[in-house]
């Protein structure tokens, strides 16, 4: 077993025990969700609560794992398995960091929720960006719209313009930090925006490439 397989499975073991550990010591609801202003605003049993992440987390690790098998272009997939790895790495320890900050804010420690996730958000943008500049044209991973999955030329302008595009995001989140309600929108604003765009753009490259 690869080294990066055992890394992810040691991070949703540790989850499921943490889980186990801590149940007799939490609420029996639990909060689970807070709004832009870091205060809670959803709750879920303890059992959910405690379980929810870690079981997300192998659905996610399966999938992930799964997806390059089924792939009829899987072959350009093994020409960045090892960025795509190390993503699905980043997405499971993503993940367990949202769990821990869950765990210790129901333990009843108090600190500014929003403010702790939007670094996290940075670091996982800015690899998405690192993913992109590397993927090859496949059905499952990258930008994927019906110009990019047509054209080669089309592909990897588009992943060349949305790895810069991804990382530019992730510095923009970061600013977020300082503007305190209003974090969120440095993450899902740009998100959006940039995601948009490359749609649009992949549609204009392959117009200029069929002419």
């Not at 999955?149 to 588009?158: G, P, Y």
């Not at 600013?175 to 604003?189: D, L, Q, R």
């Amino acid at each position: 077993m690869k080294k990066v397989n055992i890394a992810i499975l040691s991070i949703i073991l540790l989850s499921f025990i943490l889980a186990t550990y801590l149940y007799p010591r939490m609420p029996e609801q639990m909060a689970s969700h807070w709004n832009a202003r870091g205060e809670v605003n959803g709750y879920m049993s303890k059992f959910w609560g405690l379980f929810l992440m870690p079981l997300i987390s192998v659905l996610m690790f399966l999938l992930f794992i799964f997806i390059p098998n089924i792939d009829p272009l899987k072959k350009n997939i093994e020409k960045f398995r090892e960025y795509y790895e190390t993503f699905i790495f980043l997405l499971v320890a993503f993940l367990f960091y949202l769990y821990i900050l869950t765990l210790f804010w129901n333990l009843n420690f108090r600190f500014n929720m929003t403010s702790m996730i939007v670094p996290a958000f940075g670091f996982f943008f800015y690899y998405i960006g690192v993913l992109l500049k590397h993927a090859k044209r496949n059905w499952f991973i990258g930008i994927r719209t019906p110009w990019t999955l047509s054209n080669d030329k089309v592909w990897n302008k588009t992943h060349e313009l949305g790895s810069k595009a991804y990382q530019t995001c992730a510095v923009i989140s970061l600013i977020g930090i300082f503007t305190g309600e209003y974090a969120i929108f440095f993450i899902i604003v740009p998100i959006l925006a940039v995601s948009i765009y490359l749609v649009i753009y992949s549609y204009i490259e392959y117009r200029k490439e069929k002419k």
